[in-house]
T-cell receptor, first 115, second 113 residues
């Protein structure tokens, strides 16, 4: 059973560009959350998707947007990249059902460097 | 708002030493509490969890007890190994996986042979 997978593993962009990161959830999970982890810091919640809609959002600007597909996979898009967007982007999946008391499982992350 | 405070690292120990990493939280109500571990170059792995007061989470020799009166969830291990070297994150949430996790800033553990 594959866990949470993310692609690409590493990415280098320049300021002002746009980037798309991808995530496939763990089998049986229908909810995807995205986190940004700056170097030396704990992960910060960006947003969560369920049933193809944004369900919760952290304190991130509108430059950060996302999408969830019918197969539960998800994309994170960041527009007009800034140097400060350089970070490890983590995807986590979990089941929404109250019957499944599972926490969030994390993927290996995508390391984004903005030059 | 909700927040998690961890002791600053790095924590440097010799193999077989006793480990304590302090974690306290600020939250309304009684959240679920977690410890995640991040090995070099990897994502986060759930180490243990506790969902209500006085619960003790345990895994791989690590333990943490949910203390409501002190709003704490300190991580302990009786005898650390070199392979335990990693960054440890304390976190909280409600409704298990259905809500955002709030993380502490992490504590780096270095275990020397």
């Amino acid at each position: 059973d594959a866990g949470v997978t993310q692609s690409p593993t590493h990415l280098i962009k320049t300021r002002g560009q746009q980037v798309t990161l991808r995530c496939s959830p763990k089998s049986g999970h229908d909810t995807v959350s995205w986190y940004q982890q700056a170097l030396g810091q704990g992960p910060q919640f960006i947003f969560q998707y369920y049933e193809e809609e944004e369900r919760q959002r952290g304190n991130f600007p509108d430059r950060f947007s996302g999408h969830q597909f019918p197969n539960y996979s998800s994309e994170l898009n960041v527009n007009a990249l800034l140097l400060g967007d350089s970070a490890l982007y983590l995807c986590a999946s979990s089941p929404m059902s109250q019957a499944k008391q599972e926490t969030q499982y994390f993927g290996p992350g995508t390391r984004l460097l903005v030059l | 708002g909700n927040s998690v405070t961890q002791m600053e690292g790095p924590v440097t120990l010799s193999e077989e030493a006793f480990l304590t990493i302090n974690c306290t939280y600020t939250a309304t109500g009684y959240p679920s509490l977690f410890w995640y571990v991040q090995y070099p170059g990897e994502g986060l792995q759930l180490l243990l969890k506790a969902t209500k007061a006085d619960d003790k989470g345990s895994n791989k020799g690590f333990e943490a007890t949910y203390r409501k009166e002190t709003t704490s969830f300190h991580l302990e291990k009786g005898s650390v190994q070199v392979s335990d070297s990693a960054v440890y994150f304390c976190a909280l949430t409600w409704d298990m996986g259905r809500r955002a996790l709030t993380f502490g800033s992490g504590t780096r553990l270095q275990v020397q042979p």
